[in-house]
């Protein structure tokens, strides 16, 4: 009969309305700034800059190579090269960013800066509730508000951050093995191979 | 005391009255009746959007607006001082006189219907001899608003929103109009005050309401379908079908004239069931006679949040029709229903009381109904529908 299917309809919205006051289940929404959802591991958003130890200036892995400066698509990061060198965790003498300024306003997440990095000196941030008052100046972030430090991007990223650990590890003990050979070259034994395409190799 | 309370309005209003000097008491008179509903029906919209923005929620297992003071209740200031502070968009080619003066008049005219609502006993602005026509003689008015405001905006999903909204409020207006006719010839008057008056007798505790008798129960269905039309509520919405027409007349409206739209749609809806509640639920008449001690503006606005409850019920439930399906609908069943309820309030009126009135009305109601539905069912499938792609 006409009329049939609304009265249906009726009971049915009926039944949720009042549903929704007896189970919680049915309320699906995430009542935010109160409740959050875990993050996905592999979440980002904007990159930051990795340090070790405790002193952000002194255990800064970036050597401002400016790789990620030449690659960044939108070209969001300006580094500014020391002029002067500090010794990096490996203990040799680099170059450090004098400025190193990211305008997230600008940065499209994409992560390329994170791929191309040799030194592993820059990750991906999950932080999101970024907004700011400041349209301008406060969304370009300079070296100190970038700098996090490793173990923030352990906690953020285990599994990543155990492959980072591994690969530099690797760095450094190739890098001793070198030293060692280096060391055995002082002596007359011949070279086994050049050291320029070790070097090349060598990021 | 409780006709003290029950009459606590008007007597108070006569006491301020007997303050001013006897020139200006006609005036103020008249002030001390407009004022109240210019202001209290703007404060139930407000409520009333809040209402229904978490009475949706809930209907769709979400809490709704529930930031803004406690559970929300704040929302419509919030939602007020943002229209106000938006910037007012007036498109360059747009006629601006007319583009200003179609919300202005579509807020007066809706205004205008409650000048004839008994909201309590004695309590009615104006007690016209013809309260019922007036009411509707305004209500198409918002007709006119309609249009300017679709013409002077000079955008074509403006012009065909409004043409829609022309088309259905006018085919809607007249079941509206041909279903409240019963109840006129009924009470043989055309005044709300004494349509109301008739019905507030009882017998034994039921109370003399039209729509406790066949024609006035299938006046009300009617009157209520019609009244979902002509106040552009889904699900007959289709003037604003943001689908199709972006938002229908109102597409080129910002700020706080979109503001004064919203209101007056809101205001229509009250006052349409102020009227529908005037005419076949018995005004501010108590439903059962034990339960006249509570005053009677208070169950005239009882009455009007239940209908508004159904409104926002029905809003929850049905989607937009398609336009032939709306027109379909006024013409083919509506109009015939409201004709052959028109004749069976007739046989009502002579027969005498009794159950065979009773019975013969019934049939006389649920017969073409049933027929007419089936006609209209005719030649449609109604079946689940599967989608090529989908599935």
Redesign the interface.
């Known amino acids: 009969?006409?009329?049939e299917?609304?009265v249906r309809?009726?009971a049915?919205?009926?039944r949720?309305?009042l549903?929704?006051?007896v189970s919680k289940e049915?309320?699906?929404?995430v009542?935010f700034p109160e409740e959050r959802l875990p993050q996905a591991e592999a979440a980002r958003d904007f990159p930051f800059l990795v340090y070790d130890g405790e002193d952000w200036q002194a255990g800064m892995r970036c050597v401002a190579c400016q790789i990620c400066e030449k690659e960044c698509p939108p070209k969001c990061i300006f580094i500014e090269k020391s002029k002067d060198k500090k010794p990096d965790a490996l203990g040799r003498a680099q170059f450090y960013p004098a400025r190193f300024d990211i305008d997230v306003s600008v940065c499209m997440s994409c992560q390329i800066c994170v791929e191309v990095c040799p030194f592993e000196a820059i990750k991906m941030d999950t932080a999101f509730e970024l907004s700011t008052d400041d349209r301008f100046g406060g969304l370009l972030w300079d070296r100190q508000k970038l700098a996090l430090s490793d173990a923030h991007y352990h906690a953020i990223h285990p599994t990543d951050a155990a492959h980072t650990d591994e690969l530099l590890a690797a760095e450094k003990a190739k890098a001793e093995a070198r030293t060692k050979a280096a060391v055995a070259k002082a002596s007359p034994a011949p070279m086994p191979q050049p050291p320029a395409p070790a070097a090349a190799n060598e990021p | 005391m409780t006709e003290t309370i029950d009459q606590i309005f008007v007597i108070l209003k006569h006491w301020l009255v007997g303050h001013v000097p006897t020139a200006v008491e006609p005036i103020v008179s008249e002030l001390l009746s407009v004022v109240p509903i210019i202001l209290l029906f703007p404060l139930l919209f407000a409520l009333i959007t809040v209402m229904e923005r978490k009475g949706l929620g809930r209907i769709q297992n979400r809490y709704g607006p529930n930031r803004v003071g406690p559970c929300g209740i704040l929302q419509p200031i919030a939602d007020g001082i943002k229209t106000l502070t938006k910037e007012n968009i007036v498109p360059h080619s747009a006629d601006k006189v007319v583009h200003l003066l179609a919300p202005l008049l579509l807020v007066m005219a809706t205004f205008l219907g409650y000048a004839v609502l008994p909201v309590g006993r004695n309590m009615v602005a104006a007690n016209m001899d013809a309260g019922v026509l007036f009411f509707f003689a305004v209500g198409s008015m918002t007709e006119l608003s309609v249009f300017m405001a679709g013409w002077s905006s000079r955008n074509k999903y403006s012009l065909l929103g409004a043409m829609r909204a022309i088309a259905q409020m006018i085919s809607y207006e007249v079941p509206l109009i041909l279903s409240s006719v019963t109840v006129i010839m009924a009470a043989g008057t055309l005044s709300t005050v004494s349509i109301v008056e008739q019905q507030s007798g009882y017998t034994g505790i039921f109370p003399h309401w039209f729509v406790f008798t066949p024609w006035g129960f299938a006046g009300f269905v009617l009157f209520m379908i019609a009244a979902t039309a002509e106040s552009n509520r889904s699900p007959f919405d289709l003037p604003e079908g943001e689908s199709e027409l972006i938002a229908g007349y109102y597409t080129e409206y910002s700020g706080f004239k979109f503001a004064l739209f919203f209101l007056a749609e809101y205001l229509g809806m009250m006052s349409i069931s102020g009227m529908a509640i005037t005419l076949f639920l018995g005004g501010w008449a108590a439903p059962l006679s034990f339960l006249t001690w509570i005053p009677s503006y208070l169950w005239f606005f009882g009455k009007l949040f239940f209908f508004i409850a159904g409104f926002i019920w029905i809003r929850g439930t049905l989607p937009r029709l398609r336009m032939d399906q709306l027109m379909n609908f006024a013409w083919k069943f509506m109009l015939p229903m409201a004709l052959i309820n028109l004749v069976t309030a007739g046989v009502w009126r002579f027969m005498p009381t009794g159950i065979l009135r009773w019975l013969v009305c019934s049939a006389m109601v649920v017969a073409p109904y049933v027929l007419l539905g089936r006609g209209f069912m005719l030649g449609k499938r109604l079946e689940k529908r599967t989608y090529r792609f989908a599935d």
């Open positions: 009969m006409l009329g299917g609304i309809g009726l049915e919205t009926a949720n309305f549903g929704s006051f049915r309320l699906t929404t009542q």
